[in-house]
């Protein structure tokens, strides 16, 4: 989404994920939900709860950072996204938890 100065940012090379291993470092974050949508299907529900509740913490943990982070005017809405998704991730949580551990 556009925000002033991101652009120009983009084009000269100042912004946060300006190395190679930034970027392998945000796409870590990015295809880690995915898997766990397939993962959830194929693995056992022992490790499925383990994973949920331990993936679920870390990405509720990052989010309220982004949110917290990220409270400017042009920014708002991030703020907006990173406070829907900690709650999802909340959730994960809370029915990970409560899932019987067979």
């Known amino acids: 989404m ?3 100065q991101k652009t120009q940012g983009l084009v ?3 912004n946060m994920l300006d190395s190679p291993m930034k970027l392998f470092a945000a796409s870590l974050l990015l295809v880690i939900p995915a ?3 397939f993962l959830s299907i194929i693995l056992k529900s022992s ?3 383990r ?3 331990i993936l679920g913490l870390f990405y509720t943990a990052i989010m ?3 949110a ?3 409270i400017t005017p042009w920014r708002i809405f991030y703020v907006f996204l990173a406070i829907v998704e900690s709650c999802i991730t909340s959730l994960i949580v ?3 938890w409560k899932w019987s551990k067979n």
């Open 68 to 70: 917290l982070t990220s």
């Open 47 to 49: 490790v499925n709860r």
């Open 64 to 66: 309220i950072l982004i």
């Open 2 to 4: 556009y925000v002033p």
């Open 35 to 37: 898997l766990m949508v």
């Open 12 to 14: 000269n090379g100042v």
């Open 51 to 53: 994973l949920n509740i």
């Open 94 to 96: 809370w029915f990970a």
